[in-house]
């Protein structure tokens, strides 16, 4: 397997991995998986639940069971869950056989895009902009390790972010530097 065939999304929550995975897997006519969701349906239960009973400790080492089966799959985009790059088994998981994108966006951005959402038990506080900070900060550096492709995701909606991530996906499959790897 060449780590050519696979396209893995790492980015804090709210960055497009899961929305943004499923168009370029449907454009590259691939197989798409999502380890959050993976792991919601091995288990029977929501996110939520499982860091209620388990802990955080608990949904990480089922995240990494996961990860691990996931990335000895070929010809696959995989949406990782926001924490999965805690892991350095992930890490050398996600390095050695996928192209890694990195979704980034702002805290501010994020937030507007999850404040809704009851899904994620990290941002379950007082103050989700202050941990989406402090999320940042702790894993932006983890991202860029991994990542063979960086981008922004503030600019431009879903299927914009689809079609330069296809661009970018091209070159790199093709053997030609990109010219920019934070868009
Ligand atoms: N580039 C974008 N522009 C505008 N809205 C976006 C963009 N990317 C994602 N969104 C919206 O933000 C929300 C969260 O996106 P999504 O669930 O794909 O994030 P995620 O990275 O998978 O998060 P998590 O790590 O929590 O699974 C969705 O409603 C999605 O439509
Ligand atoms: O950023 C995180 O640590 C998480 C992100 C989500 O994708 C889920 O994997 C879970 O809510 C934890
Ligand atoms: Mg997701």
Known sequence: ?????????VGLMGAGKTTVGRLLA?????TFYDSDHEIVARTGVKIPVIFEIEGEAGFRKREEAVIAELTALSGIVLATGGGAVLSPTNRENLKKNGVVIYLRGTPEH??????????????????????????????DPLYREVADIVVDTG??????????????????????PLPDTAD
């Open 1 to 9: 397997m060449s780590k050519r065939d696979n396209l893995y999304l």
């Open 155 to 176: 600019r431009q909606g879903v299927g914009g972010m689809a079609r330069v991530l296809c661009g970018k996906v091209d070159l790199l499959r093709s053997g030609l």
């Open 26 to 30: 449907k454009h590259y006519g691939c």
């Open 110 to 139: 994020l937030y507007e895009r999850t404040r809704h959402d009851r899904n994620r038990p990290l941002l379950q506080t007082d103050n989700p902009l202050a941990r989406l900070r402090e999320l940042y900060q702790q894993r």
